[in-house]
Nanobody
Framework: QVQLVESGGGLVQAGGSLRLSCAASGRTFSTYNMGWFRQAPGKEREFVGGISRSGGSTYYADSVKGRFTISRDNAKNTVYLQMSSLKPEDAAVYYC???????????????WGRGTQVTVSS
């Protein structure tokens, strides 16, 4: 059982940077692969990227590859999403989630945070 809380969202100018954090409670954080998803109004929830249990492997959606970086600090029970070169189309509610898999489908994630809003102005 893992509880997740996202933070770090806000308003940023296009081209700017923002770092999101996801803090986990519980003592099993390191046993989960972690994913970041986002959902914009009228859109399906979209896989942004994932990171393996140890942090040794990361995967990204093509739309964010080269701009976003996922990392984790298991000692702090925290996963991060560093976003740079932000575009207006990146605006969404961003969610972190925990899974036994690294997969693009939200169905395969067992635990979810409540999300944090990212707004990108142009």
């Amino acid at each position: 059982q893992v509880q997740l809380v996202e933070s770090g969202g806000g308003l940023v100018q296009a081209g700017g940077s923002l770092r999101l954090s996801c803090a986990a409670s519980g003592r099993t954080f390191s046993t989960y692969n972690m994913g970041w998803f986002r959902q914009a109004p009228g859109k399906e929830r979209e896989f942004v990227g994932g990171i393996s249990r140890s942090g040794g492997s990361t995967y990204y959606a093509d739309s964010v590859k080269g701009r976003f970086t996922i990392s984790r600090d298991n000692a702090k029970n925290t996963v991060y999403l560093q976003m740079s070169s932000l575009k207006p189309e990146d605006a969404a509610v961003y969610y972190c989630a925990a899974s036994q898999h690294i997969a693009p489908s939200p169905i395969l994630y067992d635990y979810w945070g409540r999300g944090t809003q990212v707004t990108v102005s142009s």
